[in-house]
């Protein structure tokens, strides 16, 4: 059984920085890409960053791309999404999700991903 579980959120006010923190458990060694992602109140679920397995690959929506970076740490099957500069916009709840299928691959489509953390609240204040 695959657990997701993300931590780190928080109030910030605009312009600060946030780091999330994201475990994953596994019966085995398998590889997978690690993605982050966000919900805003009254909108869609919509990509945020993701890493791949093998090479470090990584994707950024434009929104976030030079103010987040994604990490990982292999070894103990956690990963961290780096917020700085951030804006009241990016108020939502993260959540971080395993993509198990193509582990080589940074997909930025939610319907790759199959386990899914509880989600973290991020608040940016004006």
């Known amino acids: 059984q695959v657990h997701v579980a993300e931590s780190g959120g928080g109030l910030v006010q605009a312009g600060g920085s946030l780091r999330l923190s994201c475990i994953v458990s596994?019966?085995?060694?398998?590889?997978?890409?690690m993605g982050w992602f966000r919900q805003a109140p009254g909108k869609e679920r919509e990509f945020v960053a993701t890493?791949?397995?093998?090479?470090?690959?990584?994707n950024y929506a434009d929104s976030v791309n030079g103010r987040f970076t994604v990490s990982r740490d292999y070894a103990k099957n956690t990963g961290n999404l780096q917020m700085n500069a951030l804006k009241p916009d990016d108020t939502a709840v993260f959540y971080c999700?395993?993509?198990?299928?193509?582990?080589?691959?940074?997909?930025?489509?939610?319907?790759?991903?199959?386990?899914w953390g509880q989600g973290t609240q991020v608040t940016v204040s004006s």
């Open positions: 596994l019966p085995n060694m398998a590889p997978y890409t």
């Open positions: 999700a395993v993509d198990l299928r193509r582990p080589w691959l940074a997909s930025t489509t939610i319907e790759d991903y199959t386990y």
């Open positions: 890493m791949s397995w093998n090479l470090g690959v990584t």
